[in-house]
């Protein structure tokens, strides 16, 4: 019973003051030795003996010793009552009334803020440069040479442009200089028709500098125009804001419930087309055998009632049968034919001109067609271009899926909030701008790619793990 008792009174005589209150002081004595087996891996692992003890209690030490040093700055023990407690002599009300008018740091701005006291350890590599030696030395070196007056060559390059392009920039007018340029600093818009790169080209032929790639490609129109008008980014409906009017909010939710009621119906009518006959609708072998002898007994009854000889082919060995003989036309007979051709084409001429002369006095009949056939023809124009205008706002057929709309993002009435603060996010923007990028026909819809394993899977049970007993 001597053992519990004598634990404080060590604690207090060795003097140390722990930060956790699991701390222990590690003079303090130890617990009884564990027990246990080593041909085991779980007994490899086991600490056990005077030296693993005395590890395990300076590795606490040492741990509570830096956090001291991170919170605190130093050892509790070594620092003064009064850096460590304080006398509060004021009131709340007064501070607060002190306080009033300045201005607080955010609870964002306070956690950003490093708690520790131990100052951050240099980064030896981000002072460090590549061929440091080498540089100070040629560093050194033209600094002896520019007090001598010699110039590196980058240099007297550079001067020697500055020196020329004074007074080739002071020879234009003021009123031939272009927008943009500034002859005095030497700057000109790359853009501008009177670009001083292009002068050498002016005058030459396009094709030539197209093909030396000394002038770019023209881009084609077609490349401006865009695959949708559908804009980046649409606004949604007025039912989704946060607090929608009710007259809005009810028109969002019928849309909702339309898309709901045609994607429940087009699931209704695959269960039906899916379902399994009932009792009274299965086939029996009445049923099925009518249904393969479907239109045979009809063309059966046809044969029967044609009553037709069949044309006999003619035996192989006897001769072809002789055509009919025809007797020669008299001249009295070609005369006569002659002349029945000659009145039935005058007959006919005479027709076309009387309908010809018929016509002048249907101008007005005429010229009403005229107009309803115009009238057709702007009416199907205007079809094709509003059919245009529409297919132009709907997303086309790039790839093997279709693309299918994202579901409406809409809340219930008891699922409004009362303010922003009380107002949930939903939906996803990475979603949002993908559907987008396929509603404006810029990517194919596309489904995420399913995993699929090249080798099946094994599983193997380890030694160690097969050792251990639960």
Not at 36 to 50: E, L, S, T, V, Y
């Amino acid at each position: 019973m001597a053992a519990p008792t004598e634990a404080p009174g060590r604690a207090a005589a060795s003097g140390f003051l722990g930060f956790r209150a699991e701390s222990r002081d590690p003079g303090a004595p130890g617990k009884r030795r564990p027990r246990g087996g080593r041909h085991r891996k779980k007994g490899w692992k086991r600490w056990a003996g005077p030296e693993a003890r005395l590890g395990r209690e300076l590795g606490a030490f040492l741990e509570d010793v830096g956090l001291q040093q991170r919170a605190a700055g130093g050892l509790v023990a070594d620092k003064p009552d009064e850096s460590l407690f304080f006398l509060d002599t004021g009131s709340e009300e007064r501070a607060r009334e002190l306080n009033r008018g300045e201005e607080k740091p955010l609870r964002i701005d306070l956690v950003l803020q490093p708690d520790s006291q131990v100052p951050a350890p240099k980064d030896i590599l981000a002072h460090q440069v590549p061929n440091g030696k080498k540089l100070k030395r040629k560093q050194r070196l033209w600094e002896k040479l520019a007090e001598r007056g010699v110039v590196p060559r980058e240099q007297r390059l550079l001067q020697a442009r500055l020196q020329n392009r004074q007074p080739a920039a002071a020879e234009p007018s003021h009123g031939q200089q272009g927008a943009g340029a500034q002859p005095a600093g030497g700057f000109y818009d790359i853009w501008s028709d009177t670009n001083p790169l292009d002068r050498p080209l002016a005058g030459q032929d396009t094709w030539f500098l197209e093909q030396t790639k000394k002038q770019r490609v023209r881009r084609p129109a077609r490349l401006e125009t865009k695959p949708s008008e559908l804009p980046a980014v649409e606004v949604i409906p007025a039912g989704g804001s946060y607090n929608p009017t009710f007259e809005s909010h009810q028109a969002l939710l019928l849309q909702a419930h339309e898309v709901e009621l045609r994607r429940q119906k087009a699931e209704e009518k695959l269960q039906r087309q899916l379902r399994f006959p009932a009792a009274a609708e299965a086939p029996t072998q009445e049923t099925t055998f009518r249904e393969q002898c479907e239109g045979l007994l009809e063309e059966s009854a046809d044969e029967g009632g044609e009553e037709e000889a069949p044309d006999e082919p003619p035996a192989p060995g006897a001769p072809p049968p002789l055509a009919p003989l025809r007797e020669k036309k008299t001249e009295q007979q070609r005369r006569r034919e002659k002349e029945a051709k000659f009145l039935e084409a005058r007959r006919l001429g005479q027709k076309a001109a009387r309908c010809r002369r018929q016509e002048l006095f249907r101008l007005r009949s005429i010229r009403l067609q005229v107009k309803r056939h115009e009238a057709e023809l702007l009416r199907r124009r205007r079809a094709r271009l509003a059919k245009r205008r529409a297919e132009a706002t709907k997303p086309r057929r790039l790839g093997r899926l279709k693309y299918e709309a994202p579901d409406l993002e809409v809340q219930l009435s008891t699922e409004l909030a009362e303010s922003l603060r009380t107002l949930k996010p939903e939906g996803s923007i990475l979603r949002d701008r993908f559907k987008s990028l396929q509603r404006r026909n810029l990517i194919e819809p596309r489904e995420r790619a399913r995993f699929k394993r090249k080798y099946r899977l094994k599983y193997v049970e380890k030694r160690a793990f097969r050792e251990v007993t639960l």
